[in-house]
DNA sequence: ACAAAAGTGTTGGTGTTACACCCATGT
DNA sequence: ACATGGGTGTAACACCAACACTTTTGT
């Protein structure tokens, strides 16, 4: 506290002196859509601190790793996925976050489509959790997690991200739960199918829904790329 | 990359093992509006890497402070300011990004006025740059000012925050001068005002300007808090 | 025939854009 | 009297919110 504060330009000779440095990690928020519910992948504490509470799952970042490829790395590790949308949240870093030692943590959020993520039971101790609903979190999590689902609203509001929770070919209603459920609210059917159409947010298939006990829907493809920015609400 | 990679749990583990930790630093984004140019603050490098390039300003985390607080300690030491706008950006942490070791950086810019800024000249190397014209920057800070510009556009568009750059009291013209700067284009003068008035963005004070060789123009102050979310442009 | 979800248009109100002239002051 | 920037209203258009009935399928 009051010994020298180094100047940036005098790195080396903070190296020599060998200031402590801090533990840096990713952790994730991996939201998935199911069931009408905003979900979260959570594992669970198996030692101090916070033993038996739910915890983000995270990991170190090496030293030869960039954060996004630490993220992407901690990702395929609990989903067994690559290649969805994945963004940089924010970077949480108070000195008391983690009892053990200072921990800087680089948030990330991810959406996943869950029926692409591998069988979560085949790891122990992970499973996915309510958003709406989340048990008591490790460390600073909750805080992390209630500012994704922040973030998240924002981002669906002016960009394509929904995407990722849905397969290849969707129907309107299918995106529009998608979009009930995130925000927690109904949205008028025919303002939204209006919206999505004039602005090319789907694009006709050609193709129908079969086996469903009422009329069958339309299906649809992502008429944009993926995260692409386009006002939806 | 092939070594074992440590699961978030095992961190006492990874403590005695001692494994490399990275170097954690904020650097400062000091952004002030001046005689209609958008201008930042950088420092002159004096030493290897990047000797005689500018930089943004930055510094150690310390042990026992926050990102935060690292980020007003950093700004305070160059401007003199306190308690003024500040936000955290993004973090920097390509493995590649320092020639001399990992060092991931915290992203945090600042909007100051121009006039409440310590004259810069007191201290060795420092010195306002356009946003609009920068020499060429040190490591990867080209990346972090780009990318700190159009944050601070789309923070502008929805929020107060341009009350930073102006005084206390201002006229409506001082206001929307500040917009064409930051987005590099003209804005219509009576709908620009018409919105200002009308979003309660603006309070008169009943005050004029005095001598000036026109038409005397109303003051104005802060009509919300800084920073409050309210659709601007 | 009934249940279930899909599909579809109009209207009134609100907000946005584009545009041109007179006013108050100092020199 | 001139130069300089301050101040103001309106019309056309685009967008948004609110609203209910018919269609297609499976059982």
Redesign the pocket.
């Known amino acids: 506290m009051t010994q020298e504060k180094p100047e940036f330009d005098s790195l080396e000779e903070y190296d020599e002196e060998a200031f402590d440095r801090p533990s840096v990690t990713v952790d994730l928020i991996i939201f998935t859509v199911k069931d009408d519910d905003l979900k979260l992948l959570l594992k669970k504490r198996d030692s101090w601190p916070d033993e038996g509470k739910w915890a983000l799952p995270g990991s170190f970042i090496e030293m030869d790793e960039s954060l996004e490829d630490a993220a992407k790395r901690t990702l395929h590790e609990k989903t067994g996925l690559e290649d969805v949308y994945l963004e940089q949240l924010y970077t949480f870093g108070k000195p008391e976050r983690d009892p053990r030692t200072r921990v800087i943590t680089v948030g990330y959020y991810a959406l996943v489509n869950y029926e692409e993520v591998r069988d979560v039971d085949e790891l122990e101790n992970i499973e996915w959790h309510s958003a709406y609903s989340l048990p008591e979190l490790a460390f600073d999590h909750e805080e992390i997690a209630d500012y994704s689902i922040e973030r998240l609203r924002a981002k669906m509001e002016y960009s394509t991200a929904a995407y990722s929770f849905l397969p290849e070919k969707f129907?309107?209603?299918d995106f529009q739960d998608i979009y009930e459920t995130v925000f927690d609210r109904e949205f008028?059917?025919?303002?939204f199918?209006r919206?999505l159409k004039k602005k090319d947010i789907v694009e006709d298939t050609g193709e129908k829904t079969e086996?469903?006990?009422?009329?069958?829907?339309?299906l649809y493809r992502k008429g944009r790329e993926l995260g692409e920015i386009v006002?939806i609400l």
Do not use: F, I, Q
């Open positions: 129907t309107l209603s008028d059917r025919r303002n199918r919206k086996g469903v006990s009422h009329r069958p829907a339309k006002e």
